[in-house]
């Protein structure tokens, strides 16, 4: 069936660095794509989402960018902090549906 | 507060047991939906309300799993004769108005199902 999947499920970064989290997404038919953020014992947190009209998006250090011929999708975190770490979902849905289907998560692991 | 709400955060029941689930959204928003998440998993979407109208329960894994959201505000859901691979976290997001607004999640449930 259609599913939102992830490249990596662990992806360790340095203090100061840029972190950047691929997803792949195979239902052709979405035109609506969200980054979340869950951290341990809490809710997904939204962080960016984009439209299929749109190839890049940018947000607070943050940037969502959507390639649609290969149905792809990253978040890239900028100067990415300790707060940062979490687990990072990407998730889809398209205007002729009502539900939003999330991909595994990657775990954002920071390095001191 | 602000956020949603949900209660009991934590939950062990026994095998068989019957349990509730309360999810309080943000107040004014229109759609509620109750999301499962397994172990290392993404959540995965179990039904969806607008106002008090289930429109979509095709998640629901079981007919043992009922929800409903009687004022278009506060849902519930239910999950009779509980069984062990119900063990997950349930999380409960409303989104102010269609499905593309910004979906706001609670903290969840964790079940636990000896």
């Known amino acids: 069936g259609e599913s939102v999947g992830l490249h990596l499920p662990t992806l360790s970064v340095q203090e100061g660095d840029n972190s950047i989290i691929n997803c792949a997404y195979s239902?052709?038919?979405?035109?609506?794509f969200i980054w979340y953020k869950q951290e341990s014992g809490k809710g997904p947190q939204f962080i960016i989402d984009?439209?299929?009209?749109?190839d890049k998006r940018q947000g607070q250090r943050v940037t969502v960018l959507l390639n649609k011929t290969v149905k792809h999708l990253s978040l890239q975190i900028a100067a990415t902090q300790p707060g940062d770490s979490a687990v990072y979902f990407c998730?889809?849905?398209?205007?002729?549906?009502?539900?939003?289907?999330f991909g595994k998560g990657t775990r954002l692991h920071i390095l001191p | 507060g602000a956020g949603v709400s949900q209660s009991p955060r934590y939950k062990v029941a026994k095998r068989g047991q019957d349990v509730a689930l309360r999810c309080d959204p943000i107040s004014g928003h229109v759609s509620l939906f109750w999301y499962q998440q397994a172990l290392g998993q993404g959540p995965e979407f179990l039904t969806y309300f607008q106002n008090e109208a289930q429109l979509d329960k095709s998640g629901l894994p079981s007919d043992r799993f009922f929800a409903e959201r009687p004022e278009g505000s506060v849902s519930t859901l239910k999950i009779q004769r509980t069984q062990q691979e119900d063990s997950a976290v349930y999380l409960c997001?409303?989104?102010?108005?269609?499905?593309?607004?910004?979906?706001?999640f609670g903290p969840g449930t964790r079940l636990t199902v000896l």
């Open positions: 984009i439209r299929s009209n749109m």
């Open positions: 997001a409303s989104s102010l108005n269609v499905l593309t607004d910004t979906q706001y």
């Open positions: 998730a889809e849905t398209s205007n002729r549906d009502d539900k939003i289907i």
């Open positions: 239902n052709s038919a979405s035109d609506y």
